[in-house]
């Protein structure tokens, strides 16, 4: 069976992990070039990015820049450039979550989940765009949440960012609607990935919760399915964003997040 994306080269921010790395295996399996990005154990990152170009047939690299400052992340995009002419398939994902209420919440943490969750996507965004231009074709696709169109307590810079990217996306969409590029959020409710088990204890301390509280009465609470999302149904959406199927939609925001914002 031909593979889609044979040809063209996708990097995906935060792709160590969870849903980031979900897209790489997918977008891998249909024969795109891969550019991985993330923190983690150096030698599992090696075994993803064999696996990735065993499944692609084509090549995967790993660029572990740290995406809060600006100079890594040209460094990343410049890695890129020289590997593959640039960048098709933008998927900006890394992100990171931090609850507190707001008196408490750190004025540092407001910072870098601003800058990871927010500021990234402009700076990969404004740095692959032109080769898109030249190539008269591009997928730019964050993933948002849920909390991009509604929000809630104690995730004050979270629901800041995802909001922010939604509005940044919509004006992608509308500046590059002509070059045959769209831009698009995908907004999954709660996904079980490490991001999701990691901010249980400090909802815990911040609502006074136990463990079995905090998964049932606050994450599951508002997805009316009662499950969690999973990470290959998030990937499959920006694998049919990737299609031709999809060449007008542009400046949407995706829900996967079992009904959670139809309420
Ligand atoms: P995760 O913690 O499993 O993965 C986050 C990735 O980002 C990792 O690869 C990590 O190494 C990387 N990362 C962290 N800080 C970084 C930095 N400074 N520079 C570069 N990379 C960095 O999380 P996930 O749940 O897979 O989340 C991925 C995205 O999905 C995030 O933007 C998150 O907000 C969003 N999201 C997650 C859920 C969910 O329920 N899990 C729901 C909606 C949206």
Not at 106 to 124: G, Y
Not at 157 to 181: C, R, S, W
Request: charge should be negative; charged fraction near 15%; hydrophobic fraction near 45%.
């Amino acid at each position: 069976m031909s593979k889609s994306l044979a040809g063209k080269t996708a990097l995906i921010t935060g792709s160590t992990s969870g849903i980031g790395l979900a897209y790489a295996k997918l977008l891998a399996d249909q024969g795109a070039n891969i550019v991985i990005n993330g923190f983690g154990d150096p030698a599992a990152i090696e075994r993803e990015r064999q696996a990735l170009e065993q499944a692609s047939g084509a090549k995967a690299l790993y660029s572990g820049h740290d995406l809060t400052k600006p100079a890594e992340i040209e460094a990343m995009m410049t890695e890129a450039a020289n590997a593959f002419g640039g960048v098709d398939i933008l998927i900006n994902n890394a992100g990171m979550q931090h609850v507190a209420p707001i008196e408490d919440f750190p004025v540092e943490k407001w910072d870098l989940i601003i800058s990871l969750n927010l500021t990234s996507a402009f700076h990969t965004s404004r740095l692959a765009v032109p080769y898109m231009k030249s190539q008269k074709w591009g997928r730019i696709i964050q993933t948002a949440s849920a909390h991009s169109l509604t929000a809630s307590p104690f995730k004050s810079a979270y629901v800041t960012a995802k909001h922010g990217l939604g509005g940044l996306t919509k004006t992608l969409a509308l500046e590059l609607a002509t070059f045959g590029i769209t831009a698009n959020c995908i907004s999954p409710g709660y996904v079980w990935t490490p991001l999701v088990e990691n901010q249980i204890p400090d909802t815990m301390k911040a609502r006074n919760m136990t463990r079995e509280q905090v998964m049932n009465d606050v994450l599951l609470a508002g997805q009316p399915t009662k499950q969690f999302v999973t990470v290959d149904q998030v990937a499959a959406m920006a694998l049919f964003l990737c299609s031709d199927a999809a060449a007008n939609i542009t400046g949407a925001n995706m829900t996967i997040d079992g009904g959670w914002t139809a309420q």
